[in-house]
């Protein structure tokens, strides 16, 4: 019964009930979306370097190896020699090195060339069809299959660099083989390859640029006739020339390829190589762990300037429904004394106070967990395409959602205690004797 009362109460002004929902929501939505997005943030990244103690590759920012090599976020450091790298590789400390080449793309998607170990790395195995076992046939993501919609068989061009409008390699088309299963990792988003296809595209093409210059010299001196071909017939000899190149073994002498990720057998490993690959190499050694927890300490400090200003408009909105709350006693005072006449406790109109603003929290809170989960719902897009891995807007914190919940509450009660203690308060025979 007082619970009706107070929602019908707490409608009579809309205007300034609406003003107290909306900021409410607002500051709910917008610290809702950062938990939501810290939490999930943190355990994917995490999730993705599992199975990796340290990542080998070109000098220069450690960071950028780990988000380029690891997360496929950034533009590698460069490229390494794999000769000596695979010294490296076969270390009694290493347990298992998967290699990593970089250097093309499909409308987007990077086009990584490595070793079957990668879906190892992951945790994952095929959801369908089989694992490349020769140049050109790949390995795509379950994301990859459900944008582009590809499927086994299907042939595509890769295109070079990490730009969807860069240069298109024609004179060799990919196959997919096979489909990993899903993970929610970065693997979901990429299309893999063995390390000699990487190859083998970029040194054909440096060769196909080479026998068009000449055939383009040799047309500049009207010998063109002397060729006796039609296009046809160059077609198909084109055809039959990539064809013969998905079994042809590609030299790894003076090959390079873009970083190593390494496990060891134990973690002697993962403190004694940084210092071992800076001093002998040319290369250097980071650590996933070390880096992405610098990334959290920086990611950190703007998600703890959104949530003050979160907590800043909570406040905001206490103070409203205070404001509100206070400013309506005066004209229901009489309503509050009728009440009394009627057989209502002192009690019953602390309570009817205090449950107004308590709608008003709760309605505020449910709302704006509504809103920052349809806010993190927008993200995944930007999210999958930069950092290759989507967020769960369907996903709960408990623990952190249910202290949000508490605040929200305590919010509520401490702006209703100064207007319920007054309601409380509250002499019927002076108010009655004034009206």
């Not at 400390?93 to 790395?121: E, M, S």
Request: glycine share 8%; with cysteine.
């Amino acid at each position: 019964m007082i619970a009706r009362i107070a929602w019908k109460n707490i409608w009579f002004k809309p205007l300034n009930t609406l003003l107290s929902i909306i900021l409410l929501t607002a500051s709910v939505a917008i610290i809702t979306l950062l938990i939501l997005l810290q939490d999930q943030f943190e355990k994917q990244f995490n999730s993705n370097i599992d199975n990796i103690d340290l990542v080998l590759g070109a000098q220069g920012s450690p960071l950028q190896l780990i988000l380029s090599a690891v997360y496929q976020a950034d533009a590698p450091t460069g490229n390494i020699d794999y000769t000596e790298a695979k010294t490296w590789m076969k270390h009694r400390f290493v347990q298992t090195a998967v290699p990593l080449a970089f250097g093309d793309n499909y409308k987007g998607i990077r086009i990584v060339g490595t070793t079957p170990d990668y879906l190892k790395v992951y945790g994952n195995g095929l959801k369908e069809g089989k694992i490349f076992s020769h140049n050109f046939e790949v390995v795509i993501g379950s994301a990859v299959a459900q944008k582009m919609g590809l499927k086994l068989g299907d042939k595509f061009f890769g295109s070079h660099g990490d730009a969807a409008e860069g240069e298109v390699h024609e004179n060799h088309a990919y196959i997919v083989t096979g489909i990993a299963a899903p993970t929610g990792k970065v693997i979901d988003n990429l299309i893999l390859c063995n390390v000699p296809s990487v190859w083998a595209m970029h040194d054909e093409e440096g060769h196909h640029h080479s026998e068009s210059e000449i055939h383009e010299d040799v047309e500049d001196h009207g010998h063109h006739e002397a060729y006796g071909h039609s296009e046809a017939d160059e077609h198909d000899e084109a055809h039959e020339h990539r064809d013969e190149h998905h079994d042809e073994v590609v030299s790894e002498e003076g090959k390079e390829i873009t970083a190593v990720l390494i496990k060891f057998r134990s973690k002697m490993g993962i403190v004694m190589w940084p210092r071992l690959i800076a001093q002998n190499t040319k290369m250097q050694a980071a650590s996933p762990a070390i880096e992405v927890n610098r990334l959290f300490s920086l990611f950190g400090i703007g998600l703890q300037a959104l949530q003050y200003l979160a907590y800043g408009i909570m406040l905001i909105s206490g103070i409203s429904i205070f404001i509100a709350l206070y400013n309506t006693l005066k004209e229901r005072k009489y309503e509050f004394a009728l009440l009394r006449v009627n057989g209502a406790s002192r009690t019953q109109l602390l309570w009817l106070v205090l449950i107004e603003s308590l709608l008003l929290c709760v309605t505020g809170f449910i709302f704006g967990t509504v809103v920052g989960r349809i806010a993190l719902s927008l993200i995944p897009g930007q999210s999958e395409s930069e950092f290759k891995m989507s967020f769960n807007p369907f996903e709960f914190v408990w623990q952190k959602e249910g202290y949000l919940l508490g605040l929200t509450i305590f919010v509520g009660i401490f702006a209703a205690v100064i207007p319920a203690v007054k309601a409380y308060r509250l002499n019927i025979s002076k108010t009655l004797a004034n009206a």
